[in-house]
């Protein structure tokens, strides 16, 4: 099962990765946020020039941004992979499904006449969401966002 996982994902590889890229960096930017947040807050306690804390002040707002623009970089390339992934996986289940007919005719279901059935999209759903998405966004979990 991981062996096709991963050949179906095979054309798309830079995307988790890049995704893992994305996610370690907006984990940095989230530890330098705290540093340099911390570091602002005492140094202000000693009541210094406001020109004294104008770059830290910079760098908490720079490395906010930064925090919340490569977590949703993050997101928006690693939901695309599993999308994509799921896309292959369910037109590979209906090719299997539509060769599984003994008769040559098209499969139908005999409940709803002229469906297919709905059972090989749940069951792609769930392996997409769970194969896709494990490439970046661990990287976020472990940082805990």
Known sequence: ?????????APDLAQPATGTGLGV?????GVALMAAAAWLISAAAL?????TLTTAIVAVRAFAIG?????YAERLVSHDFAVRLLARIRVLAYRRLGRTDPAGQELRDRNRAGRRPRFPVRRTSR???AGGRRGGGAVGRLGGH
């Open 127 to 129: 392996l997409g969401l």
């Open 1 to 9: 099962m991981v062996r096709r996982l991963s050949e179906l994902a």
């Open 47 to 51: 009541q210094p020039a406001l020109f």
């Open 67 to 71: 925090r919340a623009g490569f977590r």
């Open 25 to 29: 960096l907006a984990v940095g930017s």
